[in-house]
C-alpha cells in the first residue's frame, strides 16, 4: 500500500476505469447521484436517479504486478427504491438515491444505508459460494422424489457453488421526514445514524425502524417566516455526542447531543462575514452551502459553497481557516447560470485519506485537487478522450478573459451540462472516484 | 438596473411556477432561494420605478388624465401599505405550496389567502390602475374557479395550480 500521503501535486492521476454507457444519449435513470467507498475502500457503490445501487469491488489478485493497483469490477447491482405515491398529498416521490452510508463491517456481510427523499434502507451485502446438496427426499431441481425410490438415508452436504452476491434489505426506515432528505450520517457508537431534511434532523437506531428522535427542528411557527434550510449533516468521526449541519445562508452550527434532547440551540456557530463588494441579486444563492465534511482527523470540517471550498477548524467559529476558489471566474456569469439553473448544482467535496488534499468537482466534466499542504491546486477532467490505460491526466486551466492561451479553454466555451457533483476518495490510498452525468471514472496514482 | 432586476424578478417567477410540476413535490430550498432572489429584485425595481415616479410627478403636477395620477397616488400609499402587504404576501406564494401539515389550515383562510397572494401578483406586474380595478372581478374569479375545483377535499395540492390564472402574469411581465 502506497500510502495517501503526498499532495494533489506531487501526485499524476492516471486514468484507471470507466464504468457506464458510452453513448452520449444519457438515459435519466442512469444518473449516477451519490459515490461512496466502504472504511476499507475495498467496496464502491454508486446510487442513481433509477433507484439503483451498484457496487464494484477491488480484486484482490494481481498485487505483483508492479504496484498497479487492481481494479474495481460490479459486484452486486440491485434497486433499492422505487418511486412511490404520497396519495394524501398528491406528490410522486423520486427514486433518486440521494446519499449511501456504509456501516464499518462486523462480520462476513456488509451493511449499507441509501436513502431517497423520504425513505432509508438498510441493506445487507452477503456472499453465497455454498450449497446444500443431497437432500433426501428432494431431488436438486427441487421436486420431491417418489416415496417408493427412497431406500437409504442420506444428509445433505455444503459443496461449493458459483459465488452469489444477494443483497436484502434488512430495515425500512420510513415515515419520519416531511420535507426532502439531504443527508444521512452514520454514528461513530455504530448504533444510531441521523437523517437530515430541509427543516428538521432525526436520530435512528439501526435497530429499531418504528420511531425516532428529532434533534433539530428548524421549522417556524409561521412557514412565512422561514430563511433558511438545512442543506447537509454529519455526525463526528470521533465524537459520537456531536454532529454538524450546515444551512442556505451559508451558516454551519456544531451541536453537542448531551447538552440537550433537543439540539436547536448550537454549540457552536460558524459564519463567515459577506464581502460586501460581492454582494449581487445571487449572493443569497452561492452562500448556500451544498456540503459538509469532517476530516478523518475530526479537528477540521470542509464546506462547499458554489464558488468555493472552505476549511475550518472547529475551535475557530468567525471564519474559516482557508479558502479555496473552484472556478471563480464563473462569479461574473451568474446570471446566465441562475437562468439556466446551473446555479443550483450542489457539488459535494471530500477529503483524502490523511487529510492534506480535498476534491471537488466543477463544469465540463473538471475536478479540482486542492492541495492543503502545499498550497497548490490542480484541474483535472475526466474524459472519454484521456481513456487510454494508465493515461496520466494533463492539467486544465480556464482563461477568464482576455487572450485565450494555447491548451486553455475560454469560459464561454465550457459545457454546463457536463458537471461533476459526486467524487469520492479512498480512505487509504490515492485512488479517487469521479462521477460524471451517467459515467463513473477511476483514477489512480502514477506509480513509477 | 431596474431592468435587470425586473427581468430577474420575471425569471423567478417562472422559475417559482415551474417548480410546482416537477416531479418530487415542491422543493423547499429551491423555492426559498427563489422567493429570495425575486424578493431581492422586486424591491430594486419598485425602488426604481418609486424614483421614476416621483420624477415625473416634478414634471407633470396637474395632468388633467387620470391614469398618471393613479399610479402616484398608489405608490405613495405603496411604502406604507401596499410594500408590507405584498411583503407579506409574496412570500406566501410559494409558502402556501410549502405548507405540508395541515393542522393550521381551514378551507376559508386559505381561499383567503389565495386571493390577497393574487392581487399582490397582479399589482407587481401589471399597471397599477389596472390591478386596482381588477382585484374585485378576480375575488370572484377566483372564488369560482375554486369552488369548482374543490370537491370537499381542500388538502390537494393540485388546487392551487389551478387557481392561478399563470399565463396573465407571465404575460405582462
Known amino acids: ?137 428432494k431431488e436438486e431441481d427441487g421436486r420431491y422424489r417418489d416415496a417408493a425410490t427412497i431406500t437409504t438415508l442420506r444428509v445433505p452436504v455444503f459443496r461449493p457453488m458459483d459465488l452469489m452476491v444477494e443483497a436484502s434489505p434488512r430495515r425500512v426506515f420510513a415515515n419520519a421526514h416531511t420535507y426532502h432528505i439531504n443527508s444521512i450520517s452514520v454514528n461513530s457508537d455504530n448504533e444510531t445514524y441521523l437523517s437530515a431534511d430541509d427543516l428538521r434532523i432525526n436520530l435512528w437506531h439501526l435497530e429499531i425502524t418504528d420511531r425516532s428522535f428529532n434533534i433539530v427542528d428548524i421549522k417556524p411557527a409561521n412557514m412565512e417566516e422561514l430563511t433558511e434550510v438545512i442543506t447537509a449533516a454529519e455526525f463526528h468521526p470521533h465524537q459520537c455526542n456531536t454532529f454538524v449541519y ?80 473552484v472556478h471563480e471566474y464563473l462569479r461574473s456569469k451568474l446570471c446566465s447560470l441562475y437562468e439556466n439553473d446551473c446555479i443550483f448544482d450542489k457539488f459535494e467535496c471530500c477529503w483524502n485519506g490523511n487529510d492534506s488534499v480535498v476534491m471537488t468537482g466543477s463544469y465540463n466534466n473538471f475536478f479540482r485537487m486542492l492541495d492543503r499542504s502545499q498550497r497548490r491546486d490542480v484541474t483535472l477532467e475526466a474524459s472519454r478522450e484521456s481513456c487510454k490505460p494508465r493515461q496520466v491526466l494533463k492539467p486544465r486551466r480556464v482563461c477568464a478573459g482576455g487572450k485565450r492561451k494555447k491548451d486553455e479553454i475560454s469560459v464561454d466555451s465550457l459545457d454546463f451540462n457536463k458537471k461533476i457533483l459526486h467524487t469520492a476518495w479512498h480512505p487509504q490510498e490515492n485512488i479517487i472516484a469521479v462521477a460524471t452525468t451517467n459515467n463513473l471514472y477511476i483514477f489512480q496514482e502514477k506509480v513509477n | 438596473m431596474d431592468v435587470e432586476a425586473k427581468r430577474i424578478m420575471a425569471l423567478s417567477i417562472s422559475k417559482l411556477y415551474s417548480l410546482r410540476t416537477q416531479r418530487g413535490g415542491l422543493r423547499l430550498h429551491r423555492s426559498l432561494l427563489l422567493s429570495m432572489t425575486m424578493r431581492a429584485a422586486r424591491d430594486i425595481y419598485h425602488t426604481a420605478q418609486l424614483l421614476r415616479d416621483a420624477e415625473e410627478e416634478q414634471v407633470v403636477p396637474c395632468a388633467p388624465d387620470a391614469a398618471p395620477e393613479e399610479p402616484m397616488e398608489i405608490s405613495k400609499d405603496s411604502p406604507q401599505s401596499l410594500t408590507p402587504k405584498e411583503v407579506a404576501m409574496k412570500p406566501q406564494e410559494p409558502k402556501e405550496t410549502l405548507e405540508e401539515d395541515k393542522e393550521n389550515r381551514c378551507a376559508s383562510e386559505r381561499h383567503s389567502r389565495k386571493r390577497s397572494v393574487k392581487t399582490a401578483l397582479e399589482t407587481d406586474s401589471l399597471p397599477l390602475k389596472k390591478a386596482k380595478m381588477e382585484t374585485d372581478e378576480e375575488k370572484q374569479h377566483l372564488q369560482g374557479e375554486v369552488f369548482r375545483t374543490n370537491n370537499g377535499n381542500s388538502c390537494r395540492q393540485a388546487e392551487t395550480l389551478t387557481a392561478f390564472p399563470t399565463n396573465r402574469t407571465i404575460v405582462a411581465c
Open chain 1, 246 to 325: 450546515s444551512s442556505s445562508k451559508g451558516t454551519i452550527r456544531l451541536c453537542d447531543m448531551r447538552a440537550s434532547a433537543l439540539c436547536d440551540k448550537h454549540s457552536k456557530l460558524f459564519e463567515e462575514p459577506e464581502d460586501p463588494s460581492n454582494r449581487s441579486f445571487f449572493s443569497e444563492i452561492i452562500s448556500s452551502i451544498s456540503d459538509v465534511k469532517f476530516s478523518h482527523n475530526g479537528r477540521y470540517m470542509m464546506t462547499r459553497d458554489y464558488l468555493s471550498v472552505k476549511i475550518w477548524d472547529l475551535n475557530m467559529e468567525n471564519r474559516p481557516v482557508e479558502t479555496y476558489q
Open chain 1, 1 to 137: 500500500m502506497l500510502g495517501a500521503g503526498g499532495g494533489g501535486n506531487d501526485v499524476h492521476w492516471c486514468f484507471s476505469q470507466v464504468k457506464g454507457a458510452i453513448d452520449d444519449d444519457v438515459a435519466e435513470a442512469d444518473i449516477i447521484s451519490t459515490v461512496e467507498f466502504n472504511h476499507s475502500g475495498e467496496l464502491l457503490a454508486t446510487g442513481d436517479k433509477g433507484g439503483r445501487v451498484v457496487i464494484f469491488q477491488q480484486e484482490t489478485e494481481n498485487k505483483s504486478q508492479s504496484q498497479w493497483r487492481s481494479e474495481y469490477n460490479v459486484y452486486s447491482t440491485f434497486q433499492s427504491h422505487e418511486p412511490e405515491f404520497d396519495y394524501l398529498k398528491s406528490l410522486e416521490i423520486e427514486e433518486k438515491i440521494n446519499k449511501i452510508r456504509w456501516l464499518p463491517q462486523k462480520n462476513a456481510a456488509q451493511f449499507l444505508l441509501s436513502t431517497n427523499d423520504k425513505t432509508i434502507k438498510l441493506w445487507k451485502i452477503s456472499e453465497r459460494d455454498k450449497r446444500p446438496e443431497g437432500y433426501n427426499l
